[in-house]
C-alpha cells in the first residue's frame, strides 16, 4: 500500500525538488534547526540564495547506483541526469532520452539522444557516454542492487552514432521505461581514466544535471550549486546554493521551520503537524508518496508460511481500510504494479482472479486443521521521491 506522507513549504519558497528545482529565499548555510549537528551550527554565511532542505534520511555514500534510501535518489537526480524523468509513481516523461522505440518481441530497443548536452565538466554527454553507462551496470551488475533489480534482461548496448545507441535484451518487461527513470548518464572518460569505483574511491561526481556538487558530509548534509550552463534552460533554477540538511529529530525539524531556517522539510510525522498548521508562512501539502509497508513471512521449513496457501489467506483476509488508517491514509494495492504500467490490466484480471480463489484457500487450510499464527509488520521500505 502506498502511504499519505506530508510535506511542508514555506509559502515564500517556490522550490521544486524533482529533475531541477526553481525559486529559492535569501539566507545562509546556517544550522537548520537545534538538534541537527554542531558542524552545521557553525558553517558559514554565503552569498546568493540559498535554501535549506530537512531530509530525515542520510545520504550513505556518493555512488550514484548504490540507492537504497530517499537522500540517495534525490542526490541523484540532483547532480545527474537520467534518461527518462520518472516520479516514481510509474508516470516518465523523456529526459537525455527523447524517445525510444522497441522491437515486437521487446528484445531490442533503440534510443534518441538529446544533443547538446555537456558534464560539469565542459565535456559533451553523447552515445558513447550512454553506452558506458550501460556496460558499467552490466560489469556490476551482481554487487549493485538496484541496477539487477531495475535491468535484470540487459544484454548489452551498442553505439549507432553519437545521438544513438541500441539496447539489446533476453525479453521483454513491462517497466522498460520506468528502468529509463533509474538510469543515470556517467561520463565514459571518467570511467575509462579512474575506473568502476571512480565516484566512491576518487570522489569523480561529474554528472550533467542542473545541480552541481560542492560537498557532502557524512551524516550532516549535502551541498550543491546551481549549474548555470544546464542543457534544460527551463529548468536552471534561480536558487544559488541548496543544502540538504539530515535531522533526524521531529522537533528540531519543527522549530527550524517556524524560526525559517528550513525552507522545506519532506515529511513530518503526523502527531507532529497540529504545531505547525496554522503557522504564518507554513504551507502543509499532502500527497501519495511511493512508500510501501509490506508484511514478511516467516516461510521456514516449521512455519505455516511455508505453505504458499497460507500467505496467500492472510493476503485475502487483511482489513486494508483500517491499516491505512494506521499509516495516515493511502492507497491500497492488489499487486506490486502501478496503474500506468503496461500490461497492467492483464496482471489486475490474474489477480483478482486469485482473490477470489483465496477464500477456498481459508476453508481448505481450516479443514486440514492448520492455524493461522498472528503476524505483524516487520519491514518498511523508505521513500524514493
Not at 119 to 146: C, I, Q, S, W, Y
Amino acid at each position: 500500500m502506498k502511504k499519505m506522507s506530508k510535506k511542508l513549504v514555506c509559502m515564500l519558497t517556490a522550490l521544486a525538488l524533482v529533475g531541477c528545482g526553481s525559486g529559492g529565499t535569501s539566507g545562509t548555510g546556517s544550522a537548520p534547526a537545534d538538534g541537527s549537528s554542531d558542524a552545521a551550527k557553525s558553517a558559514k554565511t554565503e552569498e546568493g540564495r540559498v535554501v535549506n532542505v530537512s531530509d530525515v534520511i542520510t545520504l550513505i555514500n556518493l555512488e550514484v547506483y548504490a540507492n537504497n534510501n530517499s537522500c540517495e535518489f534525490l542526490y541523484s537526480d540532483l547532480v545527474f541526469d537520467p534518461l527518462y524523468y520518472g516520479d516514481r509513481e510509474g508516470n516518465n516523461t523523456p529526459c537525455i532520452c527523447t524517445s525510444y522505440e522497441l522491437n515486437e518481441e521487446g528484445t531490442e530497443a533503440i534510443l534518441h539522444l538529446v544533443e547538446g548536452v555537456k558534464f560539469h565538466d565542459g565535456t559533451d554527454l553523447n552515445a558513447k557516454d550512454v553506452v558506458a553507462t550501460f556496460e558499467f551496470m552490466k560489469r556490476n551488475m551482481d554487487t549493485l542492487a538496484l541496477v539487477s533489480a531495475v535491468w535484470p534482461y540487459l544484454e548489452g548496448a551498442e553505439y549507432v552514432d553519437d545521438n544513438t545507441v541500441k539496447l539489446h535484451l533476453t525479453q521483454y518487461f513491462a517497466t522498460f521505461e520506468t528502468a529509463l527513470s533509474y538510469t543515470w548518464i556517467l561520463s565514459d572518460e571518467d570511467i575509462e581514466k579512474y575506473g568502476d569505483d571512480f565516484q566512491s574511491a576518487e570522489k569523480i561526481i561529474n554528472g550533467s544535471g542542473p545541480w552541481k556538487y560542492e560537498e557532502w558530509v557524512d551524516g550532516q548534509y549535502l551541498k550543491v550549486s546551481r549549474n548555470e550552463n544546464y542543457w534544460d534552460k527551463e529548468n536552471v533554477s534561480n536558487i544559488d546554493t541548496l543544502y540538504v540538511w539530515y535531522i533526524s529529530q521531529e522537533n528540531a525539524k519543527v522549530s527550524g521551520m517556524i524560526s525559517g531556517e528550513i525552507d522545506f522539510a519532506s515529511t513530518l510525522r503526523p502527531d507532529m503537524l497540529p504545531m505547525v498548521e496554522g503557522q504564518k508562512g507554513i504551507e502543509v501539502i499532502e500527497y501519495v508518496a511511493d512508500v510501501m509497508h509490506y508484511l514478511q513471512f516467516d516461510c521456514a521449513e516449521d512455519s505455516i508460511f511455508n505453505d504458499i496457501n497460507a500467505r496467500k489467506a492472510v493476503a485475502h483476509a487483511l482489513d486494508r481500510d483500517t491499516m491505512l488508517d494506521l499509516v495516515g491514509g493511502g492507497e491500497a494495492m492488489n499487486c506490486m504494479f502501478l496503474r500506468s504500467w503496461p500490461d497492467l490490466t492483464r496482471r489486475s484480471q490474474a489477480m483478482s482472479i486469485t482473490l477470489r480463489r483465496q477464500k477456498n484457500i481459508c476453508l481448505k487450510l481450516l479443514i486440514t486443521g492448520k492455524n493461522l499464527p498472528s503476524i505483524h509488520a516487520t519491514t518498511w521500505l523508505p521513500s524514493t521521491m
